[in-house]
Each structure stands twice: as C-alpha cells, then as structure tokens.
C-alpha cells in the first residue's frame, strides 16, 4: 500500500491522471511490478479520496438565524388560504389547439386577489411564503403587493435566500416603523435601516412632520448613491408641497443630472414654486395673442437658445434623434408652466377657450401636447377635460391629442365616475379598436355604464362574423374588471350564435367560448371576494 501521505502526493495522483501515465509517470510507491500504471493510479486516488473525506473535520454551525418577528394580522380564512395555494400553483386548466378555452387566466387573477387580501389586512400563511415570494421574483408588478401581505416574516424569509434578495430592497413590507416623537430610534432606522424601509420611514414622517423629514433627508443627502437620492426623491411625489421647494431647489445644483430633472420636475408642479414663475416667464416669452390678424390666435417664437439657466432648472439641451431643438425647448418650457398662468396670458380666457384657438406656424401640437403634459404633471382636470374634448368626436381631430397614450394620462387626472363615463361614451362612438388603453386607466370594478358599453361593443364585434381574437385584450381586461355581478347578464351570450352569411368560419363557437370563459372568470372573482370577506363584514 502507498506510504505517500499529504497534499502533494494528492496533487502529484491528479497530475499523472490529467497528463496520463505515459506521459507523466505516478509517484514510485504508487506502482507495482505486477499491476499496470493506470490501475495503481486509480487504486491509490481511492485510497487517498477516503483517507481525505475521513479526515475531513466537520464545520462550525452557523448561529440559529432570530426567530421570524410576529405579524398581528387576522390569520387568512382557510377557504381563501386554499384559494391562495390554487392561483400561486397557476392550475388553470390547459388549452388545446392554442386556445384558451373557458377556465380562468389565475395568473392574471393573482394581483387582485392580493390587494382584496391587503384591503382586509389578512397575514399571508406561513407556508405559503416561498411560493408567494417566488411568484414576486417572476413578476415585478406582483411585488408591491405580495410583499405587503408577506409582511415582516416574509422579510425575514427573504434574507435567507439570495434569490429573495429583491425583497429587502421593494418595500418596507409592514415592518413597523418608530413613532415620529421617537427621535432617536427615528435616527437609528435612518442610518442603519434597508433602504426601503428608509423610504417607508420618510413617508411616515412626512405625513406627520414635512419638515422633519426633510431635515432628515438632507442630513443624509450628500453621502448618498445617486440612484438612492433618485428614488428619495421620487417619494416625494406623494403629499408634494410648497415645503418642499427649499430643498428641491438646492437639488437643482445636484451632480446627479437625474436628480436635477426630477427635482425640476417636482418643482414644476408646484404651481408657486419659484422655478414654475420662471418657466412662466420663459414660456410667456415665446406664446401670446397673435396680434397680426383680426381671428383671435396663438402666436409661438420658439427659443433660439438654452441657456445655463434653463439647464439648470430642467431643461435638456440637447434634442431626441429627428426632432427640431427649438421645439424640443419650447415643449419642456411649456410642460413646466403653471397652466393657470395661461388664462391671464391669452386674453382671461378658459381652457377650453384656449385650445380651441387657432396656432400660427404649425406650432399647434407642439403646443397642445405640451400643454397635455403639463395637465398630467400639475394633476389639472379643468385642463385635461378641454385637451380630451367630448368623447364623440374622432380622435384625430381632437382639441388636444390625437395620442390614445396621452389621452389616457389626461384621463387619470379625472375623478373615477367622470373617467369612466367619458370612456363609454367613446366605446358607445368609435367602438373598441381604440379604447384599450383608455380602459386601463379606469377604476375596477368597472362602472356598471362602462361594463355595459364593453359589453355591448363585443355582441357587435360578434354579430359581425369576426373572430374574437382581435378583442383578446379588451377581453382579458372585461376578466379582470367587470362587476362579477355582471355574470347572471351574460349567461345568454355563452350560446353559441347561428353564423351570419360571409362570417369567418367557426366564429360563433370561438365567441361562445370567450364569453363562457368570461362568465366563469366573473364568478370566480365573486368567490374569491367573498371568501376574503371577513365575518361580519359586508362585500
């Protein structure tokens, strides 16, 4: 038996293996007159991998991790818990053919579920943490919600599996946060806490002390990352006001340049802000009354420069590929004016009256798609009801845009039932090929006039012989949003319809098929709500 012992006669054996016996000759003791090379080789790399693993010693335990942090909430009722286990196993049934038959999307029902489950401020079972933050990691629109409802355990869980990391950085997911009179925990957390429970901190303190939190924040300013300081900003968004102004006009001068232009932005929509009385004056500079013509109209002298000044307050030099800089100055001008500064401009006019004035020079959409940013921006419906026009007219002539994009943006500055109601209106006008987006802005449940606008618009997209697919989006969204109470007045639409001369082939049974697929999504939905319901409490 080999007497050679120790790493180098381990690495001499793996030397001889690699290179081959003829080439680079075992270590003496390894051979015997009666065997050849290579099988004293591999005798020997056996002995000496048992003598290694032998006198392996075993490694230190690694400290117990803290036991999980208790979470308060009501436990989840076991009829939704099963539900819960059924969507995040995405069990719906299979299709053939490419179709998707008449069982529910449950991927597309998750989300809904989670925010009814946050709503009723149920704690996610313990055991259906790993799916639920799987679930998250695949699919960052699910985050938000699925870490609320993990809550603090399922931070905790996260921070023990490197695939979780995601979760330590989403949201302050329930943690509980100090007290704004508890200065020194407040200071702790800031200092040593996740960065996204520095967020969740900020906006705590900020609803109670604004100008705490900003103390707080620029305590800390200069030392952080950029990309931090963005999204520190970028909190700033909710309860934005006048009080930020001190603070956003020091991050003007930031190194950052994405730092300057959300704080130019944030600044533009504060309407008293001294950066928005600049942009006024610049914009004013360049829009006024056309004075050369009896009509009344607007007259635009786009800048001829951008200065350092402008710079600094936002405004980005250089142009996008295939665009004019001077437009592209004279539309981040406009964007960042207070909009009510243009009723004293033109004449005390109303919005409505000063979209409808004519432009000179062809400036009339750069113009009106400035203002529509700006209406988004400064959170206007005055200004976004005159840039959107009635519903009924046709979306290339427009007073505003002919953009569906911005007109859904102009759209989420109204209140929900007025949303609602103009979109059906433009269903019931121009039909659905060019409502989708519009639909995504529109609160769910879907007002009962909008549901019955989509509705209605898909019996006609039926009866006139096409297949359904065209609609397979408007479709999905009637899934996700209509009232499930909706589901006893559809029944009659899951028939499948006697064909209608020079319809597409089969078109009727695919229709059928959409519409008892939507019918059984609606049910589930109402289910799945009532099963969330706490007892004693009503849906």
Not at 10 to 33: C, F, K, Q
Not at 312 to 335: F, K, M, N
Not at 519 to 536: D, I, N, W
């Amino acid at each position: 038996m080999s007497s050679t012992t120790g790493t180098t006669a381990w690495e001499e054996l793996v030397t001889s293996a690699l290179l081959g016996t003829d080439r680079r000759t075992p270590p003496a003791d390894v051979l015997a007159p009666d065997r050849e090379a290579p099988v004293a080789l591999l005798d020997a790399a056996a002995l000496h991998t048992v003598r290694r693993r032998a006198g392996l010693r075993p490694a230190t335990a690694r400290p117990r991790p803290e036991p999980a942090p208790p979470d308060t909430r009501r436990a989840l009722p076991e009829a939704a818990r099963r539900r819960l286990a059924l969507l995040l196993a995405d069990r719906a049934a299979p299709s053939s053919g490419g179709r998707r038959g008449t069982a529910p999307d449950l991927t597309e029902l998750l989300p809904q579920w989670l925010t009814a489950a946050n709503e009723h401020d149920y704690r996610a079972p313990s055991s259906t943490l790993p799916a639920l933050l799987d679930a998250a990691r695949a699919r960052t629109d699910l985050r938000p919600l699925a870490l609320r409802f993990a809550g603090p355990r399922g931070i905790w869980l996260a921070r023990l599996n490197a695939d979780w990391k995601f979760a330590l950085r989403g949201t302050s997911a329930g943690n509980a946060l100090p007290g704004p009179a508890d200065t020194e925990a407040v200071r702790q957390l800031w200092e040593e806490g996740l960065f996204a429970e520095r967020v969740a901190l900020l906006g705590s303190l900020r609803a109670h002390d604004p100008a705490a939190a900003s103390a707080l924040l620029a305590r800390t300013w200069a030392t952080e990352r950029a990309e931090d300081r963005l999204m520190f900003l970028d909190s700033l968004r909710t309860g934005l006001s006048d009080a930020d102004e001190p603070f956003l006009e020091q991050a003007l001068a930031d190194r950052s340049r994405n730092v300057r232009a959300t704080a130019a932005e944030l600044l533009s929509a504060l309407p008293h802000s001294a950066l928005a009385g600049r942009m006024a004056a610049r914009a004013a500079d360049c829009v006024g009354l056309d004075r050369t013509k009896r009509a009344a109209g607007i007259a635009v002298e786009a800048p001829h420069a951008c200065d350092a000044e402008m710079q600094r307050d936002g405004v980005v030099p250089t142009a996008p590929s295939g665009r004019g800089e001077r437009s592209w100055w004279l539309g981040q001008l406009v964007e960042a004016a207070p909009l009510p500064a243009w009723t004293e401009r033109l004449g005390g006019r109303t919005p409505e009256e000063i979209v409808a004035l004519p432009v000179a020079d062809d400036w009339g959409g750069e113009l009106h798609a400035a203002w529509c940013r700006a209406a988004v921006r400064q959170r206007d419906p005055d200004w976004a009801r005159a840039l959107l026009g009635a519903p009924s007219e046709p979306p290339a002539t427009g007073p505003g845009t002919s953009s569906l994009a911005e007109r859904a943006k102009l759209l989420a500055t109204l209140p929900a039932e007025e949303r609602a109601a103009w979109v059906a209106a433009f269903i019931s006008a121009h039909g659905l090929s060019e409502a989708f987006q519009l639909l995504g802005v529109c609160a769910v449940p879907w007002a009962e006039p909008l549901g019955r606008a989509v509705v209605d618009a898909l019996d006609i997209a039926r009866d006139a012989g096409s297949y359904p697919w065209s609609y397979s989006g408007v479709m999905g969204l009637a899934e996700r949003c209509l009232d499930p109470a909706e589901a006893s007045r559809l029944d009659l639409l899951t028939a499948t319809p006697d064909e209608p001369e020079g319809a597409s082939p089969g078109a009727g049974g695919y229709w059928s098929e959409a519409f008892q697929r939507l019918v059984s999504t609606l049910r589930f939905r109402a289910t799945m709500h009532t099963e969330l319901t706490p007892q004693g409490d009503t849906l």
